[in-house]
């Protein structure tokens, strides 16, 4: 079943195309890559909804076949955080968290909730339940 998907205005959160099965998101590891002047670039990370979560999920792409998929509710006071290169941003308060949802800055002193992920040769799966 097709969720959601949908190219942003903005290049850097793109949500990508994805479907739910099996209390999963599978993320195809194509949508990782961008053809940008007729080479294939890689994204550091993209974003996910599913009607089941109340916030969107970023996986972030760590390494050749490592990934990590954090829930981009703050753990300060739950507004939803932004995407900015390698971290997770909050508007509210300005707490900063790295691409394994680990606290950069205050206020918020936890970690992000991060979702199990593994993945095979044609995509990549959060599990959500
Ligand atoms: S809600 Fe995120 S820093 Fe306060």
Known sequence: MLITGFLSSCVN??????RFES????????????LKNG???SRKFVLARIEKLSFPVCIFKLGEN?????????????CELNPNG???????????????GKVQNPPAEKDLFRFKVTSDEENIYVQVA
């Open 39 to 41: 080479e294939k670039k």
């Open 23 to 34: 209390n999963r998101i599978v993320v195809p590891l194509n949508e990782f890559y961008i």
């Open 86 to 100: 390698d971290y997770l941003i909050c508007p509210c308060h300005g707490s900063e968290f790295d691409r394994k």
């Open 13 to 18: 959160q793109y949500y990508a195309k994805v």
């Open 66 to 78: 490592e990934y990590s998929a954090l829930y981009m509710e703050c753990s300060h006071n739950s």
